[in-house]
């Protein structure tokens, strides 16, 4: 379409050329022109010739600028487009973890990038290259922030907590209200239990609305779990287990109240076991029957079918054991814990023992169930953390 664009416009201008050069030699008229004392008589066509001539050498004359700038802009396309190669690599192999081959292609980048020293820093930092690149980061205030980052996450790996909270320190009293200050702030006050100072940046990120209100309640909650805080901690978030843990340790009068809040909210394992403590002089029949009172709390919870079915097998009511285990199975993938107990109901109500067999052999090849999985990594644990045991994420550790 372009170009047929630019071919109908080329013909209407040689048209239009052509007509004027016919129109002026039946219409040639003359020109007079009066300067300074002299007297200058020519034709129309003359004229428009001069005009002419005099745009076509100006033409002449800009057109080699003109064609050196194309070049130039085709080359640095040219190398645009194998920094973007080159730059995809590095970044491949950093994600690959494959970073040995980065030296030579960052020394390939630099030199189609002279400018990009920042970038090129970066990319030394990212593919764990021996130097002082955070430091060099720090001055460029564009890249300040990843910097300071990388300054305080090597302080980290390197076990060195006191030189990482002297830097945010520093940073807070710089940025006090800067959200990747606080959030850096957060992360490793909490994981040098420092959680009052914790909690002040977790507010200060709120405050920035950095997070979410269901975020900041489940971090806050969290927090004030850890500051022995547990009833203050389960009034702003049921949905967190250790809440109601400790808040029924803390006010045992009111701990069936609060678990049965806490299953509303957020089922877990943890809450089931610590209800059933409450009835522990009750026979097995009767803790069934709690269960069932539990799980009514929360009709469509997941959870529902397997502490049924722990509580039926601890009341040898194999029948009910099953059915639950069945309606769970036809949703949900088997665990470890499942088959073991299908195995028991097997030997329990039919002493099937091959079948019993064949489903203990299959916990050989599923995992068992966990409580709690990590939002950031994914690491499955049954115990509970303020941070997880494998990323250090704060608050990340959620029921599954």
């Known amino acids: 379409t372009i170009m047929f664009a630019k071919i109908a416009l080329w013909i209407i201008t040689a048209f239009a050329a052509i007509f004027a050069v016919l129109w002026l030699g039946d219409n040639a008229g003359s020109v007079k022109i009066v300067w300074l004392g002299y007297v200058v008589e020519t034709s129309v066509a003359f004229c428009i010739f001069c005009v002419v001539a005099f745009m076509v050498a100006i033409y002449l004359l800009v057109l080699p600028a003109r064609w050196l700038k194309w070049i130039e802009s085709r080359l640095h396309n040219r190398?645009?487009?194998k920094s973007e190669a080159l730059l995809i690599t590095i970044l491949t192999n950093v994600l690959c973890k494959n970073t040995e081959p980065n030296k030579k292609l960052i020394e390939q980048f630099a030199k189609l990038q002279p400018k990009a020293k920042a970038q090129v820093l970066m990319l030394k930092a990212l593919s764990g290259q021996e130097g002082d690149f955070y430091a060099e980061l720090i001055k460029n205030p564009t890249t300040q922030q990843a910097g300071w980052q990388g300054v305080i996450a090597e302080h980290v790996k390197r076990g060195e907590l006191i030189l990482a909270s002297d830097e945010v320190e520093k940073l807070l009293k710089k940025n006090p209200k800067e959200t990747w200050v606080l959030k850096e702030a957060l992360c490793l006050f909490?994981?040098?239990k420092q959680w009052q100072k914790a909690l002040t940046c977790l507010d200060g990120l709120y405050k920035n609305k950095a997070l979410d209100k269901n975020t900041y309640l489940y971090q806050k909650a969290t927090l004030l779990v850890e500051m022995n805080k547990g009833v203050e901690a389960f009034d702003i978030c049921p949905a967190l287990p250790q809440a109601a843990l400790l808040a029924a340790k803390q006010k045992p009068a009111k701990a069936q109240k609060i678990f049965?809040?806490?299953?509303k909210n957020a089922p877990s394992f943890a809450v089931y076991r610590a209800y059933l403590t409450l009835f522990a002089k009750e026979n097995s029949l009767a803790q069934f029957k709690r269960t069932e009172k539990l799980c009514a709390e929360n009709p469509t919870a997941k959870l529902n079918a397997l502490v049924l079915a722990d509580a039926a097998i601890t009341a040898r009511l194999w029948s009910e054991a099953k059915k639950e285990l069945e309606g769970y199975l036809a949703q949900y993938p088997l665990t470890s814990d499942i088959a073991c107990q299908m195995a028991i109901i097997e030997m329990e109500t039919s002493h099937n023992l091959a079948?019993?067999?064949?489903w203990?052999?299959?916990?050989?090849?599923?995992?068992?169930?966990t409580d709690y999985i990590c939002a950031k990594c994914g690491k499955k644990t049954n115990e509970w953390a303020a941070l997880c045991p494998v990323c250090n994420?704060?608050?990340?550790?959620?029921?599954?």
Do not use: C, M, P, Y
Not at 360 to 369: G, L, P
Not at 393 to 400: C, D, H, P, R, T
């Open 79 to 81: 190398r645009n487009k």
């Open 190 to 192: 909490a994981l040098g």
């Open 360 to 369: 203990i052999q299959k916990t050989d090849s599923i995992e068992a169930n």
């Open 355 to 358: 079948q019993a067999i064949q």
């Open 393 to 400: 994420g704060f608050a990340e550790l959620k029921v599954k």
């Open 260 to 263: 049965l809040k806490s299953w």
